[in-house]
Each structure stands twice: as C-alpha cells, then as structure tokens.
C-alpha cells in the first residue's frame, strides 16, 4: 500500500513540461521504459499524457510501475 501512495504522490509532483522516464505494466504491451515531456495531467485521476520521439501517449496512472524525472 505505501508503494501506491509514494507512485501516487510522486505523479502529483510531477508538472507540464517535466521530463520523465516511465516503466509501464506489461499488460499494456510497452516492455520497454518510456522517455518524454508531460504534456497534459489530470490532477483528479492522475492519468497524463506523455510527448515521446513517436509522438503522443495517453497514460493511465493505474499502469505506471516507476517513474523517475530526468534533467530538463
């Protein structure tokens, strides 16, 4: 329970703009870790979107395994 809540207070920190390296469940089919810009966040679910090299991605907060902000 205190890992969820850690994930879950660590996405509220998070801002528009921040760039973040992202560890998806394998059930989503993204096996590889995820780089890019936050670009839209939804405070209330937690849920955001993500700019990557391939373009944009809708992530749910309940997918999220590790998330780790990087240097701007």
């Given amino acids: ?8 207070e660590t996405l509220r920190a998070l801002m528009v703009g921040d760039k973040v390296k992202i560890t998806l469940r394998p059930e989503t089919g993204r096996l590889f870790p995820l780089e890019g810009r936050i670009l839209l966040k939804d405070e209330a679910s937690g849920n955001f979107s993500l700019q ?10 309940g997918d999220v395994l590790s998330i780790t902000r990087l240097e701007r």
Avoid: N, P, Y
């Fill in 52 to 61: 990557t090299e391939s373009g944009a991605i809708q992530i749910r907060a």
């Fill in 1 to 8: 329970m205190a890992l969820f809540q850690s994930l879950a």
